[in-house]
């Protein structure tokens, strides 16, 4: 192979075997030893947000506490062992024994508190998670067919959107409410109720990004290759696609964790008044609002930094996924 | 109209390779008024040959790419007329057949490398995908093979570049590996949608180089759609010229740089600017704009902005008249001792 000339500068092939290409290198100064990959530009552009750090502080933190809850607690949760100390007036306060005083069932407020983490991120994640998989798997049907699949690609991408229209048509509440009537009072009531909310959301977003990239000239080449359609969609379409939807999943995840929090508060939830969950504690504290809001601002604010932390994290990695802001 | 295979020049006799009849796309939903983009377009590839396809933006000829490989939108898309490959007509293959075919016989370069190539997928893979699409080979021979490739088209230390993604390579190196993709299978014709427009000018050169060399060595023919001279020129050994869906000359390439008989044709060569040519001259134009042209049916489409435009241009369509060395369509074309300076010196590479 013989080329006349080799181009110089940026922009060229660089010198053969140099690990210092200089046109890689002015780009991604990582660049240099492995490829790059959208994901690893969009960590680096994570790296120096400090709105995605806190969120990210905020995140991690909620998830270590969720999960080494009982290490961290002093006592057992929901045991409601120093009822005798709550009196109709007064829930006791702060003390020694008790940094964060006691709820009004006679237990202790932080190690609830932390127990109630756990409860959450379960909920949330798992909510969530049923959400993205099902909504998901919809969208990828409705847009892998609607994409490439031609006339019957249209009818299957339409008959799957007008379902998912139907399940947006009902309101989450109810839906809630239904499911809670057939399973009755507990958590997979509110998981699924949560969770089917979801579905729609995830289904239409990644069916439309994927609309929008089979139109794509990469996949107006891979065509002209002969590439066969299922891989064209499942290895150029769906991973170009996926950007929004993982974002909105952590958006959702903030939403869902006040939902869940939303529906025990409602009493759609875990059935024992006492059991250790922000919302269902949010309850409790209602009556005793006006003698006593400490009981009803620690799991106010627990929800609220837990949901901010996980948006704050969303929306910056919406922004470093995004193309525009690449480079 | 239709010719024969026995006068399309360089190879007598011989069986063209692709032979398109009476091409002709159309636009537009039921109901709304339709475009005619592609608008009776006949032309012949035979094997080996390198044949150009010129003409400005919407004249057609990237439709008409499109349309041979079978790659225009079903919906909204009428196509009529014969894409004849290996004794089969293209337009009524299936869709499973024709995209058995796409790759491994006839196979594309886009325009621009930049959106060509999918950001999230590696070189490698990409390359490989191709090979292991229309061959029966290991993921391992597949990749080995795909390293081979890319050094064939220029690519220094291929195994570190298979393993990068296409935001690290440089315009003219993505250019390369689609090159390198395109030829992967050895299809016997490249289909070449202006590979070097969106290209820096220096690296255009040896993109091109590229190009001819590897499509030397496979023996590929080629259809090169362009809109620059001087990559006919260097590249081509007949060229078709379009014009508003048309083509209104045809012939080889020396015959076309040294004696235009289009009107269109000799204001294209004109319309490059020349080194000899006093300083402070203005550049050649041909005037008006291709928006402005009137429909086939009525008259010659290029009339409005013709400067030899007479009475019959605008009263009936002008047909492809056979010269012998040359086809081509209009009423007054430039005599070949009109003074169109010989171009080709000029911008040949």
Redesign the interface.
Known sequence: ?S???M?AG????????GPGDP??TM??PT?TE?????WRGAVQRLRRNPAAIIGALIVLAFVVVAIIAPLLAPYQPGTGEWAGQVTPGKVPGPSDEHVLGLDSFGSDMLTQLLYGARQSLVYGVVSTAVGLVVGASLGLLAGGFGAVG??FGKAVDTLVMRLVDIMLSVPSLLLAVSIAAVLGKNAYAIIIAIGVAQVPIFARLLRGSMLAQGR???V??????????R?IVM??VL??SLGPTIVQATLNLATAIIEVAALSYLGLGEGNPAVAEWGRMLVAAQDRFAVDPRLAIYPGVAIAITALGFTLFGEALREALD?RS?? | MTRTTGTTGNHPGREPLLAVRDLRVEFGLRGQRSTQAVDGVTFDIQPGEHVGLVGESGSGKSVTSLAV?G?LP??GVRTSGEVRYDGRNLLDLG?SAM??????DI??V?Q?PM????????VG?QVA??IS??NDVSKKEARDRAGDLL???????PVRRL???P??L????RQRV?IA??LACNPRLLIADEPTTAL?V??QA?VL??LK?LVAETDAALLMITHDLGVVAGLCDRVNVMYSGRIVESTTRDVLFSQPRHPYTGGLLRSIPRLDSPRGEPLHAIPGSPTSTLPWTQGCAFAPRCERVVAACTDQPPALTDEGIRHVRCHHPLEPTDPVTDARSEVAR
Do not use: C, W
């Open positions: 192979m080329i006349p000339m181009p940026p922009g060229g092939p660089g010198d053969p075997g046109a890689t780009l991604e660049a492995h490829g790059t990959s959208l031609g006339r794509s000239d990469y107006l080449a891979a065509s002209a290759l002969g590439i066969r359609k891989r290895s150029h991973p170009n193309p690449r480079r | 490989m790659l079903r919906r869709q995209s058995k075919l796409r790759g491994r196979a594309m886009f621009d959106t060509s190539l999918n950001p999230v997928v590696t893979v995908e191709v699409r229309h050094k064939r088209v220029g690519i220094p230390d393993k990068e993604y935001h690290q440089s315009g003219g190196m689609l993709i395109a820096d220096t690296i040896q180089e590229v060399e």
